[in-house]
């Protein structure tokens, strides 16, 4: 066994060992629990060691994993920026919300933290944003004051629309104020807004009024780079590639020096969760505070010749999704779940953790139950929507617009307006290496999941022609 392997297999141990206590319901005490969300972008949920990643080391993920809930599952329900971000915020689809690049969260429309607001919770937001519709055309997005009144009613906010220059990094913002003064934050961006955050956790009005926070970091997002420590511990030829990456070596070479540093970025923000967990604890808030770590989508890196995301394919509609925290809350030890969690799940969830019902025109569905041992208040989603309402226009991007669904018993599907796409048993085929939407052998199974998808669409009032066969 390599040293990687012996830490990461330690740490989970290590964790499990941990939880030998009884299962708890709910949180013990009177004191309002606490939740951060921890947010990458464009990172897929097998890039992480405990998701079965062999080249990558990510010891602070695995051992939330092994405290905590790890919903092997996720899906990012439309694998673009703005359309993912819009729905975590609201629990509203792309197609009511924000369906597409660049296009604007509406005005007046309340978001999770107006509800937190509401209970009285301090919310703060840290980070990338690219909810304000502006346009890169226009100029560098990093320089766009977002105004107060478009900060989704967090009380501090101090982010950027949008950067794709990690060393570069520029933030505005503040306690609700205008702020429209961009100041450059020193080093690299993920350990920068990350110290951000933690000296937000380390105010001593933390401990007096319950939080909400939301730390939301651009890497590993391309250009694939990372400090020089991280980047010095990856060789892109001695990685080994998902066996749906092609045998070109025009593919092959480019995804061996991505991921390259892809890795060394997400292992950077690995370090970075770790220096998170390790404030809760100097300040006593760990014993009380949830962390769900998640991305908005994934990326491609040559699996099936493609890169990026926008595409319904495992590498960029997986993401990982994972609850943990102190250790009381999950005392059942390591739990994977199956469940189909979407986009619109996250926001029901994170305000069941905390014991605050979800406001009517929230459309998801909560998974807080899980965490404490509940009975379901309702049945869980057999499975999950799939969109891209509008396609980018990017390269390495699909540019129709397309529907799907993936079930809870791991079957997917894919169409575009009138016309099947794919069809994977993901069960036999993890790696999507057989589609077989025009296999007359399956049609039975294709006409299930067209009439299954045809309802998503109707119970979601979405406009989009769906196959009739």
Request: glycine share 8%.
């Amino acid at each position: 066994m390599n040293r990687r392997d012996f830490l990461v297999r330690t740490s989970a141990a290590v964790g499990a060992a941990a939880l030998a206590r009884s299962a708890v319901s709910a949180p013990q005490g009177t004191a309002k629990p606490n939740v951060i969300w921890l947010i990458a972008d464009q990172m897929r949920a097998q890039a992480i060691a405990c998701n079965g990643d062999p080249n990558v080391r990510t010891p602070n993920i695995d051992r939330l994993s092994a405290t905590g809930i790890n919903f092997e599952r996720a899906r990012s329900g439309d694998p673009l920026c703005s359309p993912f971000r819009g729905t975590m915020l609201t629990s509203r689809y792309p197609h009511h919300m924000v369906p597409g690049h660049e296009y604007p969260l509406p005005d007046n429309q309340p978001t999770i933290a107006n509800v937190f607001n509401d209970a009285g919770y301090h919310t703060a937001y840290f980070g990338k944003w690219h909810l304000d519709g502006y346009h890169e055309s226009q100029g560098r997005a990093a320089f766009h004051i977002v105004p107060p009144h478009r900060r989704g009613g967090f009380k501090t906010w101090i982010g950027y629309d949008n950067n794709n220059s990690p060393w570069d990094c520029w933030v505005h913002g503040g306690g609700g104020k205008d702020d429209a003064t961009p100041h450059k934050l020193s080093g690299y961006e993920t350990d920068a807004l990350t110290d951000l955050l933690i000296q937000h956790v380390k105010d001593p009005a933390r401990k007096e009024t319950p939080f909400f926070a939301v730390l939301s970091v651009q890497p590993p997002h391309n250009p694939y780079v990372a400090p020089a420590e991280y980047m010095s511990h990856y060789n892109g030829e001695q990685l080994k590639l998902r066996p749906n990456v092609p045998p070109i070596v025009a593919v092959e070479k480019r995804a061996r020096r991505e991921l390259a540093g892809y890795y060394a970025q997400i292992e950077n923000w690995d370090t970075n969760i770790g220096r998170v967990i390790d404030a809760l604890s100097e300040t006593g808030l760990l014993t009380n505070t949830h962390i769900m770590v998640f991305s908005d989508h994934g990326d491609q890196h040559g699996s099936h010749g493609q890169f990026l995301k926008t595409n319904p394919y495992e590498e960029s509609t997986r993401i990982p999704m994972i609850l943990s925290g102190e250790q009381s809350f999950y005392d059942r030890g390591t739990m994977r779940s199956d469940a189909c969690f979407a986009p619109v799940d996250i926001a029901p969830t994170t305000l069941g953790l905390c014991g605050i019902t979800a406001p009517s025109w929230m459309e998801g569905y909560d998974y807080s139950w899980k965490r404490y041992n509940r009975k379901p208040a309702r049945p869980e989603p057999d499975s999950a929507y799939l969109q891209l309402v509008v396609p980018t226009g990017h390269g390495d991007s699909i540019n129709t617009p397309w529907r799907g669904i993936v079930t809870r018993d791991g079957w997917k599907y894919a169409c575009f307006a009138n016309q099947s796409w794919m069809l994977f048993n993901l069960n036999e085929d993890p790696y999507e290496l057989a589609n077989l939407a025009f296999n007359a052998r399956y049609k039975t199974e294709r006409r299930k999941l067209i009439a299954r998808l045809k309802q998503w669409v109707a119970d979601t009032d979405d406009k989009f022609a769906i196959p009739a066969d």
